[in-house]
């Protein structure tokens, strides 16, 4: 069973703050994932990168994927308060497309 | 317009009874997806179909039963309700597979949740 394991698990700070998030697995993946959940709502995609050692902005969010393909960051720069939810990476399994195995999930708080 | 759809957003009901979960999607995808999300809000894969076939059959209770009548539904199915069944059910949809190199992967588009509580 491949397991993707986040930290933290939670994260509180401040608005203007800079924050990591980290998604580690001893399993290489195909591609990975970042998701963004608010209350209530299902999981939105906010990236997928697919080579090792890719980077990917988006806006104030930049992602990492590692050389090895088995660990992810997601890193914000000043952290607003709709920056507010709970973030989950998932992964692909090399060969299948079709199983999204998903990590245990950073609920970050950013307080204005 | 909604994307994926799911009802009810909230279940309660009482142990030992059977309900069902209804999702649909209008995005043109050809494979959907249902998803449990516990208390600690760790999400797992239940089952997927493509074009109405069963390919993704988690190691799940066979009182879950998920039955897709076209490629724009998913519904799922459950009999004699536990307590540990209660979670938040969502469901999803995607196309199948696109491919970047050696990469694999699809884009999942998530409905609602809904929240099953059973007393």
């Known amino acids: 069973t491949q397991l993707l394991e986040q930290s933290p698990q939670f994260l509180s700070i401040q608005e203007g703050e800079n924050l990591t998030v980290y998604c580690n697995s001893s399993?290489?993946?195909?591609?990975l994932q970042w998701y963004r959940q608010e209350p209530g709502e299902g999981p939105v995609l906010l990236v997928t990168?697919?080579?090792?050692?890719e980077v990917k902005k988006l806006k104030r969010l930049t992602f990492q994927f590692g050389d090895a393909r088995k660990d992810s960051s997601l890193h914000i720069t000043a952290a607003q308060p709709g920056d507010t939810g709970l973030y989950l990476c998932a992964g692909f399994s090399s060969g299948s497309a079709r199983q999204l195995t998903f990590g245990s999930g950073t609920q970050l708080t950013v307080l204005p | 317009d909604t994307a994926v759809s799911q009802t009810p957003k909230y279940l309660v009901t009482q142990m030992g009874n059977d309900k069902s979960i209804k999702c649909e999607q209008n995005?043109?995808?050809?494979?959907m997806y249902w998803y449990k999300q516990d208390s600690k809000k760790f999400l797992k894969i239940m089952f997927s179909y493509n074009n109405k076939e069963l390919i993704i059959n988690e190691t799940v209770p066979n009182r879950f039963s998920p039955k897709s009548p076209d490629k724009a539904h998913l519904n799922l199915h459950i009999n004699s309700l536990e307590l540990g069944d209660s979670a938040v059910y969502f469901c999803?949809?995607?196309?199948?597979?696109?491919?970047?190199?050696?990469?694999?992967?699809?884009?999942?588009?998530f409905g609602p949740g809904t929240r099953l509580t059973v007393l």
């Open positions: 990168v697919v080579t090792g050692g």
């Open positions: 995005l043109g995808h050809d494979t």
């Open positions: 399993s290489v993946f195909s591609s």
């Open positions: 999803a949809s995607s196309h199948l597979a696109r491919s970047s190199g050696v990469s694999s992967y699809n884009e999942q588009f």
